[in-house]
């Protein structure tokens, strides 16, 4: 077993040398460096510990948080991303589950594309949430951009609860939303952390404390 995984890191190390852009098909955001770039209304901070995560609260608001930096914006289309997962957590101190859409915003940065939502239950469970940048999947709430237009010119990317019926600024909650380890897809080597994952959960989540 011992063998095996290190045979596939070594798949991983070779493939991870391959140039071929692949600094930008390989974003992710793990808090281990602070805020990342994650910024917004909803005053996002990280919150430190062994596995540091990013938490956005808000009183009788908007619950966003977004990112403009060069890691979650531009040319989506030739960097080969399809979507992004991200690990969502509602503390039991919420009063409802909240419903986060991942919104793209165009190169005139009105344009909003979002995704369906994902239920985030108030139960501290951490679960990993999966969006996939679709056309026929996503909804333009605003702005006149097209879907190719906005994804080969992202400006940035953002979480939003917005249950119901999508809207520009989301329902106004009183709530707190915990993000870690954003990831976009495909990743050079999300078929060998797919084979690692599912043969020894190597890549089980750190305990936290
Ligand atoms: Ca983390």
Redesign the pocket.
Known sequence: MVQKILRLISIFAAVSAIPAGAATLFNTS???SGLEGWAGGANPVVIAGD???LQASVQVGSLATFNTSGAWSGNFETAGISGLTVELRGPSTNSEPLAIRATLLGPDTRTRWVTAPVTVPADGIWRTASFTFDENLMTRIVGTASFAETFTSVERVLFRHDPGRPSQRGDTVTGTLDL??IRSVPEPSSTLLIVLAGGAGVFRRRRRY
């Open positions: 793990t808090f281990d596995n540091p995560y870690d380890s």
